[in-house]
T-cell receptor, first 117, second 110 residues
Framework: GAVVSQHPSRVICKSGTSVKIECRSL??????MFWYRQFPKQSLMLMAT?????????EQGVEKDKFLINHASLTLSTLTVTSAHPEDSSFYICSARDRGRMSNTIYFGEGSWLTVV | GQNIDQPTEMTATEGAIVQINCTYQ??????LFWYQQHAGEAPTFLSY????GLEEKGRFSSFLSRSKGYSYLLLKELQMKDSASYLC???????????FGTGTLLAVQP
């Protein structure tokens, strides 16, 4: 079964509103979680790296005030898309690194489809 | 930079062998992943290489040359269900972040 749970799997929101996506590690502690965005027929683009208890590190070109990331515990990180616009419609996916294992153990969530209307 | 390059598309025949190449910048390198992704789904882990050489796992093998900044994924005895995107991803940098390549869309034909 899934070891990283992402919720919601699909969400539709109105333009101008905010939407929150959760990423939970189910049976391990995740020191680091990564948030990606994927547009159709494109690869995964890293948005930010989230470390428990500290501020997220955003990739160049990603607005930190628009994409709020919180990693309050070792098992939960959230991505909030604020003041959403139709161009924010995309597939958002998180991944988590298992604290107790070697660095090669990175699990992905199931992804969240966001549609802004 | 962390440019990771792969061919955009490839086509192969059922039962054949296909090799998907990936080149990356070597500075700060800490490992190379291959993932398979079907449309609309999350990526699934295929392989991880951190040392030079070939890692074989069933029909899939992955090769790494750290000095050349080069990896390939080898798929043998291709099946129709292998039609998918194959993503090369590099781990590196101070935060060991996972950066994906452009992805290769593989179409397996009868």
């Amino acid at each position: 079964g899934a070891v990283v749970s992402q919720h919601p799997s699909r969400v539709i929101c109105k333009s101008g509103t905010s939407v929150k996506i959760e990423c939970r590690s189910l049976d391990f502690q995740a020191t680091t979680m990564f948030w990606y965005r994927q547009f159709p027929k494109q690869s995964l683009m890293l948005m930010a790296t989230s470390n428990e208890g500290s501020k997220a590190t955003y990739e160049q070109g990603v607005e930190k005030d628009k994409f709020l990331i919180n990693h309050a515990s070792l098992t939960l990180s959230t991505l909030t898309v604020t003041s959403a616009h139709p161009e924010d419609s995309s597939f958002y996916i998180c991944s988590a690194r298992d604290r107790g294992r070697m660095s090669n153990t990175i699990y992905f969530g199931e992804g969240s489809w966001l549609t802004v209307v | 930079g962390q440019n990771i390059d792969q061919p955009t598309e490839m086509t192969a025949t059922e039962g054949a062998i296909v090799q998907i190449n990936c080149t990356y910048q070597t500075s700060g390198f800490n490992g190379l992943f291959w993932y398979q992704q079907h449309a609309g789904e999350a990526p699934t882990f295929l392989s991880y290489n951190v040392l030079d050489g070939l890692e074989e796992k069933g029909r899939f093998s992955s090769f790494l040359s750290r000095s050349k900044g080069y990896s390939y994924l080898l798929l043998k005895e291709l099946q129709m269900k292998d039609s998918a995107s194959y993503l090369c991803a590099r781990v590196g940098g101070a935060t060991n972040k996972l950066i994906f390549g452009t992805g290769t869309l593989l179409a397996v034909q009868p």
